[in-house]
């Protein structure tokens, strides 16, 4: 049900090992205390809801996430937390200095971009029985690079001190890694800021093991 005046997002349901949770804009609507509904879809069932009638209408791409907010409708994560940082600045996701957040927004799409991608749904189907290896393999590629970044900006977080759009990128992509079991005793840089920002009531509350649909074994 949705509550009048509160957001509402559709996003992906986790399904064993099949599916890659990309809840990357959760713990900015936690930051910034809006209040929201979630409308889960499963990316499975049915034949995959987002390819339903209902769902292509709210967005064509037929993709998730999605967010219903102020009368529009947005989707694509790092788009929707942009709209909230111009809409919602407090606390601020985007540094003022301009290096800094230069810097978030590359390690952002490093990740959303250069990493994520490769675990979505539609390409695992391509992979076939091999989907184990794919994922790691592309997980460990990208986080190689993402180690050396980190090691320049990094300070308690992504960049800096202050939690910013690059943390919220990371998390669930290291849940993902956890998932498809790649060994990140290698990257200590990563997992320092993951288990740093796992201690914040924001990103333990948007966690994906922690939402009401993830099913038994995947839950924290």
């Known amino acids: 049900m949705v509550t009048a005046g509160a957001e509402t997002i559709s996003r992906k349901v986790l ?3 099949c599916l890659k949770l990309h ?11 809006i209040a929201y509904d979630q409308v889960p879809v499963n990316l499975l069932k049915d034949g995959g809801q987002q390819f339903s009638a209902e769902f292509k209408a709210l967005n064509p791409m037929q993709q998730v996430p999605a967010l219903k907010i102020d009368g529009i409708t947005l989707s694509q994560s790092l788009a929707i ?5 111009d809409t919602r600045p407090n606390p601020r996701l985007l540094p003022q200095d301009a290096k800094k957040r230069a810097q978030v ?9 250069g990493i994520q991608p490769l675990q979505n749904l539609s390409i695992l189907q391509q992979i076939g029985e091999k989907k184990m290896e794919w994922a790691q393999r592309y997980i460990t590629s990208g986080f190689q690079a993402l180690e050396q970044i980190l090691q320049h900006t990094a300070g308690r977080y992504c960049v800096g001190d202050e939690v910013s759009m690059a943390d ?10 956890e998932r498809y079991k790649v060994d990140l005793a290698p990257y200590p840089t990563i997992t320092r800021i993951n288990k740093a920002l ?3 009531e924001a990103f333990k509350v948007s966690h994906p093991s922690r939402q009401p649909d993830t099913p038994a074994e995947l839950r924290a």
């Open 81 to 85: 937390i942009h709209y909230l940082e």
């Open 23 to 33: 809840i990357v804009f959760s713990p900015a609507l936690a930051l910034k205390r």
């Open 15 to 17: 399904q064993r090992a």
């Open 168 to 177: 919220l990128c990371l998390v669930p992509q290291v849940f993902n890694a």
């Open 105 to 113: 927004r590359m390690i952002s799409d490093h990740i959303v971009s």
């Open 198 to 200: 796992l201690e914040l």
